[in-house]
């Protein structure tokens, strides 16, 4: 029987963890010499790099293979692990609780934060330079390299600090492994994040195709131009070299009447593109989230960014609506919540497509932030007859019922059509028929006038 996954796994992060312990107690001897004992074996270390790093030539473990293919050094790996520990080995880290005796408190050097529930040493920045480069100040300054966003950890979205806010040093930043990474390193599966408190995005997927969609050819043409800046942006970006010029990443405003296919649009563009879209409803982040929010959405952002996703905001006049006046402390927290959303959708390299019913309230500010702001009408007459002929096409349906006539009469979106189909096969289910009927429909459309709140 092979070896799970999770077991490899476990036995490399042993590894790891054993020497990140010998690690750390020869950085600990060489800065206080007194602790170290005379039959100590480990007095011939002159440096922390001196501990052989375990191999991971053969190793067949997710954190192997990563260490492997980035060719991480022993600074890289020492950051790696101290990032790990608290989740692996919380002990590795108690060394950091020694308390110097003079001024009866913890030293400094260690760095460290105390979690709200953890109870053990969480790392920081600081705790890494310690251990890699004692009181050398240029193997301290180096190290700054290794949070800069071009360094494999940030762009993988492997580890980052959690910034501080405020004008406290960088390194007393946490050291912070990704959901993703932490979830790849100890079970080995891949991280398909699920809607949570701490997660507010849904994958969206649809089995409709593009001949289902029914807009006119000119709002399709403005949409082709998203699936076109995916399959060229490497063109004109790198080839023809206007990312000087050009701000990466594409987003487009989609507004228009509920049920105009605006989430099938988006749905339609991730399935054609190969990617997946993740939907995350504004309304729910900026009011639910107040406090959270900047942190949740970091989250998307930063998975999205790596992952190629297409994000697809909904209900985005929660996030222009906020940009109100501020009248009290409440509101001004949610404009600056706002404020750091707008400049993650700026800053995002790849596809964002924000919708939203009204477009009235948006400030000009906001348009020209997008690349594209199309407009979703709702069907004119032939358009809803081809929407209730598409859409009724796996029923069988009674003579007595006139497509022509009833597109012609009634205005229903395709999202209400939708809805009428749904009562339509509930009720022949319920008659004890394989068969719609005229009455079913008009029932179905009654309903969904009541809805919009219009008679029939
Ligand atoms: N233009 C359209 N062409 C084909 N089907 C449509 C169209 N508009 C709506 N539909 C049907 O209605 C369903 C609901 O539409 P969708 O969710 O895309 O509307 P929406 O514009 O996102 O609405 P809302 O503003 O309420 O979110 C779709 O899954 C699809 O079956
Ligand atoms: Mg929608």
Known sequence: MSTSMVTLNAQTLQREMDWLQKVINIRIQLRFPTTRSEEDALVEYQDVTQVPMPSVQQDPSVLGRIIKALDFTFE?????????????????????????????????????????????????AETAAFVIAGEDIEKRVRLIELFKPEHPFYKNNILKLN???????????????????????????????????????????????????????????????????IEHQKTIMDEWGLSKQLKRGYRSLFYGPPGTGKTLTACLIGKQMG??????????????????????????????????????FDE???????????SDSK??????????????????????ILATNLKANMDIAFSRRFQTIIYFPAPNSSQRLQL??????GLEV??????????????????????????????????????????????????????????V
């Open 76 to 124: 890289e790996r020492v950051i790696l692990a101290l990032s790990l520990a608290p989740h692996v080995r919380p002990q590795v880290l108690d060394a950091f609780f020694l308390k110097d005796k003079i001024h009866e408190r913890y030293y400094t050097e260690f760095g460290g934060l105390k979690g709200r529930f953890h109870s053990g040493f969480l790392p920081t």
């Open 163 to 229: 910034l501080n806010q405020g004008n406290e040093p960088l390194f007393s930043s946490g050291l912070h492994i990704s959901d993703e990474y932490l979830t790849m390193f100890t079970s080995g599966s891949s991280y398909k994040p699920d809607f949570s408190m701490s997660f507010p995005a849904k994958r969206l997927a649809t089995r409709l195709d593009w001949s289902d969609l029914v807009l006119d050819p000119y709002v399709l043409s403005e949409i082709s131009e998203i699936s076109a800046w």
């Open 275 to 312: 990617l997946d879209v993740y939907r995350i409803d504004l309304s729910q982040v900026v009011s639910k989230y107040i406090g959270e929010t900047e942190k949740n959405m970091a989250k998307i952002f930063d998975l999205a960014e790596n992952k190629n996703w297409v994000l697809f």
């Open 316 to 326: 985005a006049d929660a996030l222009f609506g906020k940009r109100t006046s501020a």
């Open 331 to 352: 509101d001004r927290h949610a404009n600056q919540e706002v404020a750091y959303l707008l400049q993650r959708v700026e800053d995002f390299s790849g596809v964002i």
């Open 388 to 393: 209730w002929e598409n859409s009724f096409r």
């Open 398 to 455: 009674d003579e007595d019922v006139d497509f022509p006539y009833i597109a012609d009469r009634h205005n229903l979106t395709g999202g209400s059509i939708i809805n009428v189909l749904r009562f339509c096969s509930l009720a022949a289910l319920r008659r004890g028929s394989k068969s719609v009927n005229s009455a079913d429909i008009e029932e179905g459309i009654k309903r969904e006038m009541q809805k919009a709140g219009k008679t």
